[in-house]
């Protein structure tokens, strides 16, 4: 699930192991969706609106658009979420962590 707290300023991200069934809660500042380039690139609208919705304030962006923004600012010093596990995901998390993110995570489907 996926839910923003107002209080904290942070984007709370709980994944299911689905084997044990165990929970695990982790605290973003922003989340990246990274889906590699092969395809169009897109974010689903009803995951977006869930985000805003809730609260989340920070930037959420395609891989695709890396290129156009100020990636290096935007990332420093914060923790980052890349959802998805292709190449552009690796790559963004080593650019990321290089351009000083204070954690980077991902996540992939199993």
């Given at each position: 699930s996926v839910t923003y707290?107002?209080?904290?300023?942070?984007?709370?991200?709980t994944a299911r192991n689905n084997l044990t069934g165990?929970?695990?809660t982790a605290h973003f500042d922003k989340c990246l969706w990274a889906a590699g380039e092969n395809g169009k690139p897109s974010i689903p609208r009803e995951t977006d609106e869930l985000l805003h919705d809730d609260g989340?304030?920070?930037?959420?962006?395609?891989?695709?658009?890396?290129g156009a923004i100020a990636f290096?600012?935007?990332v420093r010093d914060r923790n980052v979420l890349l959802v998805g596990d292709s190449?552009?995901?690796?790559?963004?998390?080593?650019?990321?962590?290089?351009?000083g993110a204070a954690k980077v995570y991902i996540v992939s489907r199993s």
């Amino acid at each position: 699930s996926v839910t923003y707290d107002e209080a904290t300023a942070k984007f709370a991200v709980t994944a299911r192991n689905n084997l044990t069934g165990e929970e695990d809660t982790a605290h973003f500042d922003k989340c990246l969706w990274a889906a590699g380039e092969n395809g169009k690139p897109s974010i689903p609208r009803e995951t977006d609106e869930l985000l805003h919705d809730d609260g989340f304030r920070g930037k959420t962006i395609h891989s695709s658009q890396v290129g156009a923004i100020a990636f290096d600012a935007t990332v420093r010093d914060r923790n980052v979420l890349l959802v998805g596990d292709s190449y552009s995901s690796e790559d963004l998390a080593l650019v990321a962590i290089k351009a000083g993110a204070a954690k980077v995570y991902i996540v992939s489907r199993s």
